[in-house]
């Protein structure tokens, strides 16, 4: 290779990355072989290491890398470190013969002018806009949010497009989208959680001024602040900031929406805190309660229908995207089609219109989408046979498992359409396969239901239905308040309660569901020292759960390898000889054990 290629070093190192990629199993080979090969094939010697990324499969943060190598090298060895080739003038360019020394002496002269940054201010009546203006309404020296239904009704007379459906059909954005502009450039934050409420942050106020002040035709200069004002200053939304309640009932309080009560108009305009009096033993319960009790909400049959919610990406073929649907109705089941953020097929309680409005009061702080819907204790992981084996292949398998197994649902069932295989990919992931299917039923506790294809689990969907509208219509559900949850905590609750009470139903609203099963808004610390974990091939969310008893976050982990100094011998034994004792059902091997040691020890 070295008497090939003009550029042996930066070759060598590619060669390097690309056989340790190769060994992790780890699809970044694919990336540096095409790299190596364009390097090896290029007559052309660089002096610098930015100079490759003309080449085919190069770019620049592999650049970078080779350049932070090529630094290490020449340090090791005592030579001149290279310069980066300065960019040539026009001047240079048109007459590549002229005096070249005297052009560069005159672009050091010359001093490099800075650009000035162009202060944001959002567009007239845009979405941006509106939000800001709705958002500025409020007073800047107080406490108060607005959730996102009260914002968008706020800012909806300021924009000319619309917060709830696509300006035109075919399109898929709506005006609230320049909320995600809002928070990456952090004018707006949010707290809160599930429930979200947005506020303007310091930036954001100096916007709102902006604003008003070019609507008055006045130039006044607005002062940068620092994020350290009293708005809050990071758009995320720290997981356990929820928004608590201030008043306290026993924890045998139950507050009941009663199955007879008339629909009451007078519901929605209620005054935010109502004093309940007791008129003795024998009065009758209210279904009208101060949102300041934060006992479960229980739902008397009658005040609610049962009723099946399918992923919109559920489909047969891509042509064919309403075939489930239409053979749902020919057994009298109606779908309602939306997009699922767990799982492809949920059961949801869907509360009649003459108790809404009373149940929304009494949860009060969630006013998102799906606020009056329920979902009930079963959902359903669908997998055809050859996608089962893809998501074993990428790890999404043992990642979907985590998910629905932390969402609170108490009846998870995975449904496999058993395909046929080519014989090939059958001899190749046969064994895998049954001891996924195997490990799902005895180790996760998930039920599974094997059909021999999509008419069959049309078929089973249809009695699900049927049967759950039949158990649950007959029985109160007992639903948390959505502005008690928080998603560190949502699933031991539910737990503690079933365990108390295992004939109850327990359950959150489908808009809580929403924001504690979102990939992204619910990830806390522990989630993601979790998956880091999964990463590892061995390491299951059981054995990834037990590791992090026992050291509950990363650096615990870390901390306990430097404690064993030099000894090499033990800190490959150290999770093996620590889960070992735990449980043996989840026991490390010794050898999986020195591969979490190879990556968190370094």
């Not at 295992?502 to 959150?508: E, K, L, T």
């Amino acid at each position: 290779m070295a008497e090939e290629c003009a550029n042996p070093l930066f070759a060598g190192w590619l060669t390097e990355w690309m056989d340790e990629a190769r060994e992790r199993n780890s699809k970044g080979h694919i990336v540096y072989k095409k790299a190596y090969q364009s390097m090896k094939a290029c007559p052309t010697r660089f002096q610098h290491a930015s100079e490759a990324e003309q080449l085919n499969g190069i770019g620049p943060k592999l650049c970078t890398r080779l350049h932070e190598k090529h630094v290490a090298y020449c340090s090791e060895n005592g030579l001149p470190v290279p310069k980066k080739p300065r960019r040539k003038s026009r001047a240079q360019v048109d007459d590549p013969e002229g005096d070249q020394s005297g052009n560069e002496d005159a672009a050091e002269e010359q001093p490099t002018k800075k650009r000035k940054v162009k202060e944001y201010v959002p567009k007239l009546r845009s979405g941006a806009y509106a939000l800001v203006k709705a958002l500025g309404e409020l007073d800047r020296e107080g406490t108060k949010a607005l959730s996102k239904k009260d914002l968008i009704d706020r800012a909806q007379p300021h924009c000319d497009s619309n917060f709830s459906t696509p300006s035109e059909p075919g399109k898929f954005y709506t005006a609230w989208k320049s909320m995600d502009t809002l928070l990456s450039k952090e004018l707006v934050c949010t707290r809160g959680h599930p429930t979200k409420r947005y506020q303007l942050t310091d930036e954001g106020w100096n916007v709102a001024l902006r604003m008003q002040n070019e609507e008055n035709g006045t130039t006044t200069a607005v002062s940068a602040t620092t994020k350290k004002g009293k708005a809050a200053s990071s758009s995320i939304a720290k997981p356990k900031e929820t928004l608590k309640d201030n008043g306290k009932v026993a924890a045998n309080e139950v507050v009941d929406i009663e199955s007879d009560a008339e629909p009451q108009e007078q519901c929605t305009p209620l005054p935010k805190r109502i004093p309940i009096k007791d008129s003795g033993p024998s009065a009758r319960r209210t279904s009208i309660v101060a949102p300041m009790n934060s006992a479960p909400i229980v739902l008397q049959p009658g005040t609610f229908e049962v009723k099946l919610v399918l992923d919109t990406r559920e489909v047969r073929t891509k042509t064919d995207r309403d075939y489930i649907a239409n053979e749902l109705k020919k057994y009298d089941v109606v779908a309602d089609i939306r997009a699922l953020p767990l799982g492809d097929v949920l059961w949801i309680a869907k509360l009649k219109p003459g108790h809404a409005a009373a149940f929304q009061y009494r949860n009060a702080g969630d006013d998102d989408e799906g606020s009056d819907e329920i979902v009930l204790e079963h959902i359903i992981e669908r997998k055809r046979l050859d996608d089962l084996v893809s998501s074993i292949k990428d790890g999404r398998f043992h990642e979907q498992k985590f998910r629905l197994k932390r969402s609170g649902i108490r009846h998870v069932t995975y449904v496999v359409e058993t395909v046929t295989l080519s014989a090939e990919r059958q001899d190749l992931y046969g064994q895998s396969i049954e001891s996924a299917l195997a490990s799902m039923q005895i180790v996760d506790d998930i039920f599974l239901k094997q059909t021999a294809k999509m008419d069959e689990t049309i078929k089973y969907l249809a009695r699900m239905t049927k049967s759950l509208k039949s158990v649950y219509e007959q029985k109160a559900l007992h639903v948390l308040p959505s502005r008690t949850l928080d998603v560190s905590t949502h699933h031991t609750t539910l737990d503690e309660l079933r365990n108390k009470s295992p004939a109850n139903a327990y359950c959150i609203t489908f808009s809580a569901f929403c924001s504690l099963c979102d990939k992204s808004d619910s990830l806390t610390l522990r989630d993601l020292y979790l998956k880091m974990l999964m990463c590892m091939r061995g390491v299951t969310g059981d054995k990834a759960i037990e590791i992090q008893k026992i050291w509950p976050t990363p650096n615990a982990l870390i901390q306990a390898y430097n404690d064993l100094g030099a000894d090499q011998k033990a800190k490959d034994l150290l999770v093996s000889d620590r889960l070992g004792k735990e449980i043996d059902r989840k026991q490390v091997g010794k050898v999986l054990s020195a591969k979490i040691a190879e990556v968190w020890a370094g």
